[in-house]
């Protein structure tokens, strides 16, 4: 910013740059004013200094990932999110990683109102050499956890990876479905699903936000995966989910490889922002 001074006119610019990114209008309201608090106390008058500054609030608005507490094997993680963020490879790609640090993996297709989706799982499940679990197309989604727990429990696996349904489908409400297999999981095996992981794609901006707030609201997501940052999005969305909602960020997906998906960094987020 050519600003020198912290004055109306760089907090002015400053709201147009978050705006820019994709904040959202509240959040980058509420952020300039934590900003500016923060930037009052601290004594910094100098955008120079600025920078240190947002550093710091971000690292305070993006938690840290609550830590999962020991949990009888297999842990199992539920995938939500709507059609079309990627979260197919996303599931590839956390099972890619799983695998790399040496657990058994399980994918469980439970997307079953689509072919394609199921093909494509079991695709990515034999390219990472992951177990594949599907009833097939048209099955109750519910069941498919259910007995993909029970091939879990048998065969010693020590982490399911269950792919769920985005979309409102007309015959069953979404959100009903996404509760009645919490459910199944949980009755098959106490405490699961022992995190609910929901991805959204960098590129959609606000409705991300949105789509956030209605899984939140039904579910409760524990995490969050960011999807094609590889593009031109800023992702700054992500700072109103934080702000929101208080959801860690804990992945980013940088592109297809399977090695694209990265530990999310509010330090270099805070760089990029800027950039």
Known sequence: SSHAKMDDSFWDELEEILIMADVGFEPAGRL???????????????????KDILREELAHIFRAPK?????NPPEVVMMVGVNGVGKTTTIAKLAYRAQMQGRKVLIAAG?????????????????????FFTKGEGADPAAVAFEAMERCLAEGYDLMLLDTAGRLHTKTNLMEELKKIERVLGKKHPGAPHRT????????????LSQTKLFHEAVGVDEIVLTKLDGTAK?????GIAL??????????????????RPFSGEDFAKALLA
């Open 32 to 50: 300039l004013a934590q900003l500016k608090s923060r930037a009052r106390k601290a004594g910094v008058t100098q955008t120079s200094e600025f």
């Open 67 to 71: 830590t999962i507490k020991a949990v």
């Open 111 to 131: 997307d079953t109102f689509r072919a394609a989706a199921i093909e494509q799982l079991q695709i990515w499940a034999k390219r990472v050499g992951a177990g």
């Open 197 to 208: 992981i929901l991805v959204v794609d960098a590129t959609t901006g606000q409705n991300a």
């Open 235 to 239: 992702g700054g969305v992500v700072v």
């Open 244 to 261: 929101e909602h208080g959801i860690p960020i804990t992945f980013v997906g940088l592109g297809e490889k399977m090695e694209d998906l």
